[in-house]
């Protein structure tokens, strides 16, 4: 394993587990301070996690591109075959591996910041076609939104673009956008507010592997040449910064 994807890979592995800290950790502390309100409750929630996640791409997109979530990956890999971009089989074995990780450590650093066990499965139960349906939904436009910044040189409004996203998207799926198999792993750890009991956890990443290929699928239509811009997903990292301009060009011309 190169240096470079060391560092990578640790870039994933704790961007991940702070993104999952920061989901757990307002979910508990909404919790215990609007304990008779659901709605504030979500509201404290989704606002911390946009903060969190826009301040985080910012921090690890330099190094790995901050993608914190194998379907992201995943889709990077895949648009990318056709042009030799994007990440590698084995980069996306190790980012995946990172995420997942890095997740389950997310809430256990949460719960033992409030207290609690290191390790409590959730009890919360989310099944149900209509949650799979939110999921699908919530996962398919963050495919649409990284790429389609990616490809049309805006990389650099990605911290704030996909922040606002999951924000919004807490609200207006019905299964609150987990939207990241990783998270939702890591959510399992945990028997607070943002938790999801074992069981419901193949069902919602079922769910998010089916929000990737409409995703791609509506990807690749709107823009065919999507896959030129994988080494600019979630952000361009250190080797491959001095892209953006030619990508620029392309889609002025497109």
């Known amino acids: 394993m190169t240096i ?16 999952v800290t920061a989901v757990v950790g307002s979910g508990i502390m909404a919790a215990t301070l609007s304990p008779a309100d659901v709605g504030l409750q979500l509201l404290q929630n989704s606002v911390a996690t946009a903060f969190a996640l826009g301040t985080l791409i910012l921090i690890f997109g330099p190094v790995s591109g901050a993608h914190f979530n194998p379907v992201v990956s995943a889709a990077d890999w895949l648009l990318g075959r056709r042009t030799g971009t994007g990440l590698t089989g084995r980069d996306l074995a190790g980012y995946t591996a990172a995420q997942v990780l890095g997740a389950i450590g997310g809430s256990v650093l949460a719960n033992l910041m409030f207290d609690l066990a290191a390790v409590d499965l959730s009890g919360r139960q989310r099944s149900g076609g209509n949650l799979w349906l939110g999921e699908v939904v919530a996962t398919a ?50 028997d607070t507010f943002a938790g999801i009991a074992p ?31 994988a080494d600019q997903v979630v952000v361009p990292t250190d080797g491959t910064v001095e892209r953006p301009a030619l990508l620029s060009r392309e889609a002025s011309d497109a």
Do not use: H, K
């Open 4 to 19: 470079a994807l060391r560092r990578r890979l640790l870039a994933e592995f704790v961007g991940t587990a702070l993104l």
């Open 141 to 190: 436009g963050l495919i649409l939104l990284v790429f389609a910044l990616a490809r049309t040189g805006r990389a650099a409004v990605a911290p704030a673009a996909v922040g606002a996203y999951i924000g919004a998207a807490y609200w207006f799926t019905s299964s609150t956008s987990f939207a990241n198999p990783a998270v939702t792993v890591g959510r399992a750890f945990t």
């Open 199 to 229: 069981a419901s956890v193949p069902g919602f990443v079922l769910a998010q592997l089916v929000g990737l290929t409409v995703g791609a699928g509506l990807l690749l239509a709107l823009y065919p040449d999507a896959g030129r811009a």
